[in-house]
Each structure stands twice: as C-alpha cells, then as structure tokens.
C-alpha cells in the first residue's frame, strides 16, 4: 500500500509541473491569466504546500502584473507558464513587445500606475527578461 501511495503522490506531482495557457490580449484575460494561477497553485498545494501563506498570494500578485502589463503595453497574445522548482515556482510570460520593462516612478497621488514592476522585484528570488524577434519572455522566480 506505501508504494502504490507513494505513486500516487509521483503521479500527482508530475501532471502539475507545468501548466502553459495562451490568451487573446484582452483585458479580461488578466482575470484569466490569474485563474489559470490559481488552478496550477491548487493543484500544487494538494501535493506540497506552500512553505508560508504569503507565498501563495504573491505568486498571484505577480501572475496578475505581468499580465496587465502584457495586455497594457504589448499588443496581442500573451503566452503564461508556471513551473514547480525544487524549491518554488518558475512564472515565464512571453508576449509580443520587444522592448524590456522598466521602472516608472510612482506616484500615488496621480494615480497614473508604476507600481507593478516594483512589486514584481520586490516578490520575486529573481527576474530576468529575454528579449526575442518576435517579443520577450520574462522570467521570474517566487518561493513555495
């Protein structure tokens, strides 16, 4: 019986290594890409955990800014891949801007945004951006 539960708990862990959704570039789809999330992080929490509750919501936090910002500055599809790492999760978004993201200076009072990309490195163990011919991929990486 500990074998055939053992795995189970394999079999388990290896359907929900990677999930990979692609989307339009609508606004609605930043609720998707969130969704998608939030599906991937119940599957995973069913089979390991988070190590601590924020982690959880940080990993959405972030899966709903890159999102908005693929939607906000790079017209078209947006591609969204999430990974278990031995000891986190691996978020890829590639969409079809070429051009790196940047800070912006916030300012709360104008309401104008610049928060997002501030958050992310903020959250984030690491962040990288891969510049394409056709977009980028922007890679980052969140504890579990």
Known sequence: MAAESRRDRTL??????????????????????????????????????????????????????????????APGPFELRLRRTFDGVHVVLHDTNTTPPAPRPFHPSNGGGGIGWHLIHTLCDQVSVVPEARGKDIHVFLPW
């Open 12 to 73: 388990a862990s290896e359907e929900i290594t990677n999930r990979t959704a692609s989307f339009t570039g609508e606004l609605h789809n930043v609720t998707g890409a969130r969704l998608v999330a939030e599906e991937f992080l119940f599957d995973l929490a069913r089979v390991a955990p988070p190590r601590a509750p924020e982690h959880w919501d940080d990993i959405l936090l972030v899966v709903t800014e890159l999102a908005a910002n693929a939607v906000q500055y």
